[in-house]
């Protein structure tokens, strides 16, 4: 098959050799689809970090900047050095800044609660250096303070030059350290949270709104911050409730704002799937189920971590977030990130979560023989409930395109020390197991190549 193929090659000629080689540079870096997407989704209850993506690459906040303004801001309100109605006198510098902006006038004052719903929700980079000189006295004196205060909640991948997110080469953070930064707003100042939540705002007699239309399009969003800069693309954090569990999720790098939210709702789905078996402490996704022994050793996880509450929380350090260790793989190579199509890998992901692809997780799949052909699978878990593990592998099989709807779900069952139930997708020959699991890898699904 070699020698044939550089027969080919040698008869096509040069042009032929550096077209295949162009290609196999494109092939072997499907990460560098879209070098600014990083995501993050965690469970603040339990501490556990459900979904990692690039989480620890360096990207750009964008407007997600605001949000350490403001917990310098919430911070001078605690010690009772401003309050609410205290006025901010407006400069000409913070005046001249661009949009987004709420266009305040140089010499005027605004209240430090307009301030705050300016910063939320108009994400007014002109009022965020007016509170940057409120309590910096400068934008670069500011700055530092705000560097000083990641370090001390533990954001160490974290460097802020200004108050607002414009754009600036040294001004550089992580998803962990967002997420971190989210996390310890809700933890430090609750009494202050709600202010996220609202989607517009009065000044000067006009209305103004937003652009976090998660807060609107996905059931259970209660706050948080969006933001862009054409060096980050689309970013947004977002916290969310279901069924009494809150989650905090960062993306970065959105191609579009629209492709951005979605993704963020589809991570935040699967997450609250996810946080609901690390719950009932059946999920045992990081044991090496391989063979008939596993090794329970576990996860790295966080700290349990105060959920949010109505009442002030004491300051304290937050646990660095730990992504789980990925699964075991046959091939070393498969990416453990969702990164999708060279187009917009965020949009990609989403595509598949169509209505036909939720009809097909509930139509029974086909038993088909299985041949020597077909004697590879997909493992995506290992449980201690069977119907879990059969649930589990049927969400899987739904993700999967139409070309790999032959795969039929698969329970193995293990006895050992410990009984539990190996959820597998089979029936597929080597090159279809390959080529499924980096399906599911690229949506965020553990899985591992697995041959019978």
């Not at 407007?63 to 917990?71: A, D, I, Q, V």
């Not at 609410?84 to 949009?99: F, I």
């Not at 652009?211 to 969006?226: E, F, I, P, V």
């Amino acid at each position: 098959m070699v020698t044939a193929t550089i027969i080919r090659i040698r008869r096509h000629g040069i042009g032929v050799i550096a077209l295949l080689a162009c290609l196999a540079i494109v092939m072997a870096n499907p990460a560098q689809a879209n070098p600014r997407y990083a995501a993050i989704v965690v469970d603040i209850e339990s501490g556990e970090v459900l979904h990692a993506a690039n989480a620890d690459e360096t990207r750009y906040p964008a407007s997600l900047t605001k949000m350490m303004t403001l917990y310098l801001l919430f911070e001078q309100l605690e010690r009772g050095q401003l309050r609410l109605d205290s006025p901010l006198q407006v400069s000409s510098y913070a005046a001249s800044k661009q949009a987004s902006k709420l266009y305040v006038k140089a010499g005027s004052t605004l209240p430090v609660e307009t301030a705050i719903e300016a910063l939320i929700i108009k994400s007014a980079n002109d009022v965020a250096v007016v509170v940057a000189e409120a309590l910096g006295g400068s934008e670069a004196n500011f700055g530092r303070m705000m560097t000083d205060k990641a370090r001390q909640l533990g954001m160490s991948r974290t460097t802020f030059r200004n108050p607002n997110g414009l754009p600036d080469p040294g001004q550089t953070t992580t998803a962990r350290d967002m997420a971190t930064l989210s996390i310890r707003l809700m933890q430090d100042y609750p009494q202050y949270y709600p202010y996220f939540s609202r989607t517009s705002f009065t000044w000067q007699g006009k209305r103004v709104t937003g652009h976090n239309r998660l807060l609107g399009s996905y059931a259970g969003a209660d706050g948080m911050k969006t933001g862009f800069i054409r060096a980050s693309g689309f970013n947004v954090a977002t916290s969310a409730v279901r069924n009494g569990r809150r989650l905090v999720s960062v993306v970065m790098g959105g191609f579009t704002a629209a492709s951005r939210d979605t993704h963020m709702a589809d991570l935040l789905d699967r997450g609250f799937v996810r946080a609901s078996l690390y719950g009932r402490g059946d999920w045992v996704a990081q044991a090496d189920f391989s063979g008939d022994r596993m090794n329970m050793t576990g996860a790295p996880a966080l700290a349990p971590v105060t959920p949010v509450a109505p009442t002030r929380q004491p300051q304290r350090q937050l646990a660095s977030l730990q992504a789980p260790e990925p699964l075991p793989s046959a091939q070393p190579s498969l990416p453990q990130t969702a990164q999708g199509s060279a187009d917009d890998p965020i949009r990609e992901l989403m595509t598949r979560a169509q209505p036909s692809s939720a009809q097909r997780s509930e139509t029974p799949h086909r038993l088909e023989p299985v041949g020597p052909s077909a004697s590879w699978g997909v493992q995506v878990g290992a449980f201690s409930n069977p119907d879990n593990a059969r649930q589990h592998a049927s969400h899987a099989a739904g993700r999967l395109s139409q070309d790999l709807f032959n795969a039929r779900v698969n329970i193995d069952e293990v006895n050992g020390s410990q009984t539990f139930f190996r959820a597998r997708l089979v029936n597929l020959d080597e090159n279809q197991a390959y080529r499924a699991c980096r399906s599911l890898a690229r949506e965020g699904m553990d899985c591992m190549v697995v041959n019978f």
